[in-house]
């Protein structure tokens, strides 16, 4: 299976509206939003979706409305996400019927799983899917991060396995995954301040929450590296890595990120309890930094 996702794909935000449910009509707004931004593709239902609040017919539909709203215009990469093995093949399944370009597959999560163990998982998971599958380092959320060796060994397993998703935020990680496994698949940044980094080092681009609210600078982050525009390309670093700093690590950023986007005009919606919105002081500060990077 020869797939390779390459460039800025944000793992977009569900909006909810004052009853807590999906806003059908902001989805697709921002969709276009995205799209017309100039990224790579979209990953729904995934972290900074709150794929893990969503309910089963409830994740159906904002699947179903963003592929309608693509359009095939760009790729979208579903996110799966269970503690354990059934659910994860439970959601990945229907994701492909119901005609996703490929899945982020976030490793379980609740009881921590051994190297055999996680290995085993991977291989059950895999063995079913005929379809581009892209693994998931996430130890902010799953509170591990996933060995070296096992996404080794699970890449040279498995052909429809197409790249992996570093959020570990350590570039050491990312170094060693692109010596090991760079040659095969599309290793991406996970977080907002390694774009750069990671791309210098060989990877392939990036699936950051800060593409979510400053897109297209994330874009032009990348493509001012493929020009050979170096110094714009740090430039952009620069303000990503600030962005980075404050709406995703500072606060929630379930929160942060919707707030982000409202204040840029877009209908980010609220997030779902036990996310609360930001306090006043929280926005302002959010405000302040779209202000220092230019964004408003």
Excluded at 91 to 106: M, R, S, V
Excluded at 166 to 182: F, H, P, Q, T
Excluded at 276 to 291: A, F
């Amino acid at each position: 299976m020869i797939t390779i996702f390459e460039g800025i794909f944000p793992p977009h935000v569900t909006p909810f509206d004052e009853k807590g449910e999906v806003d059908e009509q902001a989805l697709r707004e921002l969709v276009n939003f995205w799209i017309e931004s100039g990224v790579h593709g979209l990953v729904t239902c995934a972290s900074n979706g709150e794929g893990p609040y969503l309910s089963r017919e409830e994740r159906k539909k904002v699947i179903k409305v963003v592929l309608e709203e693509v359009g095939g215009r760009k790729p979208v990469i579903v996110g799966v996400s269970s503690p354990g093995t059934r659910g994860v093949v439970e959601q990945a399944k229907e994701a492909q019927e119901l005609g996703a370009d490929g899945i982020l597959l976030t490793p379980p999560f609740y009881y921590k799983p051994s190297d055999a163990e996680l290995l085993e998982h991977y291989r059950y998971v895999l063995k079913g899917l005929d379809i581009p599958v892209i693994l998931y380092n996430v130890p902010k959320f799953v509170g591990y991060n996933v060995s070296i060796d096992v996404i080794r060994k699970v890449v040279e397993e498995f052909d429809n396995v197409v790249g992996i998703k570093d959020s570990s935020g350590l570039i050491w990680r990312i170094s060693e995954l692109i010596r090991l496994v760079g040659d095969k698949i599309s290793v991406l940044a996970g977080t907002g301040d390694l774009i750069l980094p990671t791309l210098l080092l060989g990877g392939k681009g990036a699936i950051v929450g800060v593409a979510i609210f400053a897109p297209e600078m994330a874009v032009d982050l990348y493509n001012a590296y493929k020009s050979g525009n170096m110094e714009r390309a740090r430039e952009l670093q620069l303000k990503l890595t600030l962005l980075n700093e404050v709406v995703i690590k500072k606060f929630n950023q379930l929160s942060a990120t919707k707030e982000a986007l409202k204040l840029r005009g877009k209908p980010g919606g609220l997030p779902r309890l036990p996310a609360l919105p930001l306090s006043e002081g929280g926005k302002e500060i959010i405000r302040q930094v779209l202000r220092e990077v230019g964004l408003l």
